[in-house]
């Protein structure tokens, strides 16, 4: 998958959250979206996934132009927001069962215990989603991506809900998502963490990308924009 | 096939959420007998005139109940952004549309089915074996409601007091539905000839397919915008 970004630009009245962001993304990128507060990064990925209306500019995969909410390219990404786009009152089987049957994916009950075991569910599958503790949802969402293989995974701020066997979970599936093929952009205020797992890092401040590089190593420049643009607490919180 | 499989399972999966969380469906049927009961102390019905009156009424309580449904309709997507879940999976935005539909539906028959014969008692109204054909244009105008009150329910999915702008939004424009239903139960009722009543059920037909190819190809727009 390619992903194209070309002067991008949301505003919200007239608050503009993204200022012409041009970005590229290839197969196997793993990127970190870092940022303080209010940078844009979760405005970023609602738009990279359509579920935003971008109000200049235009997303592009593998050189179609990204409609607004096209149904043809949506199989192939997905969006990770902890404890969120689960039925509350389905169990944790059940709301696999839905989106597996929406993505148009042959259901697989052998498939779907495999994935919630990984998830370290297989003992709540019958248990309704609305008894799950935060950090048990954010695991049933990283079920049903690892159900529903995604192109493009966005993920939002995974690191606050999660376990240390949890952010062991997810970050083994983000490197298998690149490892095949796929593109991660992962948002997220845990810089160290982010740093250690992704390829790349772009920074965000006021809608606009100040920092875009591919790792290295050593890596002084990311620590140096970082400790300029996000307040240190937020920033070096691992 | 795809497109049917998706909505038979999004009907699925509201209709199993209604029948856990009991939101819906149990305070339109409460709503609706309260409703007939309130008629019936208020109202000195003679049984002579229940024939005449008795469409009306039961047509008022069906589109209070039924608003009153409307405002839970998009509930379970509303909680945990499952909207945008929806909005995010390669389906068509019609068979979202279409599900709400036929959920809706589901749910208003099911309260008719209770409503309509509890009203004939109430008000001795007779003419039992005209009752289902008076229940067919009641199902005509059912599905009329429905159909607009899905598009309007997601209209003002994110309004602030959509409590409030839901039925003012609503009702005025399922005026000739309203008054076409009334007008050929009262025929059925009264006379029982269904020629007579015929312009009316075109006008109905006509309403259902014109709002509900109008929801089918703009409920995307309403929904992402």
């Known amino acids: ?238 | 096939m795809d497109f049917l499989r998706q909505t038979a399972w999004l009907v699925w999966k509201d209709l199993l959420l209604e029948l856990r969380r009991r939101e819906s469906l149990l305070a339109m049927f409460f709503f609706g007998v309260l409703l007939l009961f309130i008629f019936q102390f208020a109202l000195d019905l003679q049984p002579e005139r229940a024939a005449e009156m008795a469409p009306g009424l039961v047509w008022l309580a069906l589109v209070f109940c039924g608003t009153l449904g409307l405002m839970q309709l998009f509930q379970p997507e509303r909680e945990n952004h499952c909207l945008d879940a929806l909005l995010l999976s390669p389906i068509d935005r019609a068979a979202i549309f279409l599900s709400k539909v036929f959920f809706n539906l589901i749910l208003m028959v099911l309260l008719e089915i209770v409503v309509l014969p509890l009203f004939w008692v109430l008000f001795n109204v007779g003419a039992w074996d005209r009752l289902p054909s008076v229940f067919l244009y009641g199902l005509l105008g059912t599905v009329g409601f429905c159909v607009v009150g899905t598009l309007f329910s997601a209209l003002t999915l994110s309004a602030r007091g959509r409590e409030i702008l839901l039925p003012l939004l609503l009702l005025p424009l399922l005026i000739p539905v309203v008054l076409a239903t009334i007008r050929g139960m009262e025929i059925m009722l009264r006379a029982g000839d269904f020629s007579e009543s015929l312009p009316w059920m075109h006008l109905l037909i006509g309403f259902d397919v014109i709002f509900a190819t109008a929801g089918i190809l703009v409920f995307e727009w309403v929904v992402e915008s």
């Open chain 1, 1 to 238: 998958m390619h992903l194209e970004v070309r002067r991008l630009s949301k505003s919200y009245g007239f608050t503009w959250a993204l200022k012409e962001i041009d970005l590229e993304l290839r197969s196997g990128d793993c990127v970190a979206l870092l940022g303080p507060n209010g940078a844009g990064k979760t405005t970023l990925l609602k738009a990279l996934c359509g579920l935003l209306r971008p109000t200049m500019g235009e997303i592009c995969a593998d050189g179609t132009r990204l409609r607004h909410g096209p149904a043809r390219l949506q199989p192939a990404i997905g969006l990770l927001s902890p404890g969120d786009h689960l039925y509350d009152k389905l169990t944790a089987e059940e709301n696999l069962r839905l989106f597996l049957a929406l993505y148009n994916r042959q259901e697989n009950r052998g498939e779907i215990g495999n994935a919630l075991a990984a998830a370290g569910l297989s003992d709540w599958s019958g248990e309704y989603v609305a008894a799950f503790s935060s950090g048990m949802k954010c695991r049933l969402s990283i079920a049903k991506w690892l159900l529903l293989e995604p192109k493009l995974l966005l993920v939002d701020e995974p690191y606050g809900v999660l376990d240390g066997s949890g952010v062991d979970l997810l970050e083994t599936h983000l490197k298998n998502v690149c490892r095949s093929g796929g593109i991660v952009v992962t948002a997220t205020h845990h810089v160290t963490r982010a740093v250690a797992l992704c390829s790349r890092a772009i920074v965000l401040r006021r809608g606009k990308v100040v920092f875009d590089e591919p790792k290295r190593t050593p890596w002084d420049s990311i620590h140096r924009v970082v400790g300029e643009f996000m307040p240190r607490g937020e920033a070096w919180t691992s």
